[in-house]
Structure formats: structure tokens, C-alpha cells
């Protein structure tokens, strides 16, 4: 069983910058990818980034040029660092992983953008 945890949300100014890191407390074997979504308040959970083991990374239109997705395979973690932030990337921020074995998904971390 794989469990991810997230960590490194906050509130930052509009423009400002966060890091955040979600580490897999097991091994995913053979192709996977890990990744991000969000939910701001009242709206449905919206796919951020993605980045697979084989190099592969995409990016929603909403967040491209301002967020970057990598990842550590040595430390099962995958980061999301986002720049240039605005008021509309206010929400919940999920870290995912699919497998051949599974998709898992973290408890979630709180990410506000507001002066």
C-alpha cells in the first residue's frame, strides 16, 4: 500500500512563490506517474500537472509557464513549485499517484493566494 503525504502549502501574496512536496511512503513499480490537482471552493478537483517515470511531463493550460512539476524517484517524492501566483490558485492541493497497481491520493494541503 502506497500512502503520499503533502506538505509546504501556506498563504503567500499574489505573485509570490510556494514549494510543495508530497513524498510516497511505499514503492511504485513499473510505469507510474505522480502528480497534481487542486479544488478551490465550491468547484470541482481540476488536474494541475503530471510527470511520469519515463520523463514524461504535461501541464493544464491554467498553470503552464508559471508551475513546474519534478520529481526525486531516489526519495519517492514529486514537487510542485509554483511561481507567479494569483488569487485563482486558491484551493486544496492533492498529490496523486497511478501505478499498475493502484492510484493513491494524499489528504491534501491548503495553498491561499491573497494581499
Known amino acids: 500500500q502506497v500512502q503520499l503525504v503533502e506538505s509546504g502549502g501556506g498563504l503567500v501574496q499574489p505573485g509570490g512563490s510556494l514549494r510543495l512536496s508530497c513524498a510516497a511512503s511505499?514503492?511504485?513499480?513499473?510505469?507510474?506517474?505522480m502528480g497534481w490537482y487542486r479544488q478551490a471552493p465550491g468547484k470541482r478537483r481540476e488536474w494541475v500537472a503530471t510527470?511520469?517515470?519515463?520523463?514524461?511531463?504535461n501541464y493544464a493550460d491554467s498553470v503552464k509557464g508559471r508551475f513546474t512539476i519534478s520529481r526525486d524517484d531516489a526519495k519517492n517524492t514529486v514537487y510542485l513549485q509554483m511561481n507567479s501566483l494569483k488569487s485563482e490558485d486558491t484551493a486544496v492541493y492533492y498529490c496523486n499517484a497511478v501505478s499498475v497497481v493502484g492510484i493513491y491520493w494524499g489528504q491534501g494541503t491548503q495553498v491561499t493566494v491573497s494581499s
Open positions: 510527470a511520469t517515470n519515463g520523463g514524461t511531463i
Open positions: 511505499g514503492r511504485l513499480f513499473g510505469s507510474n506517474a
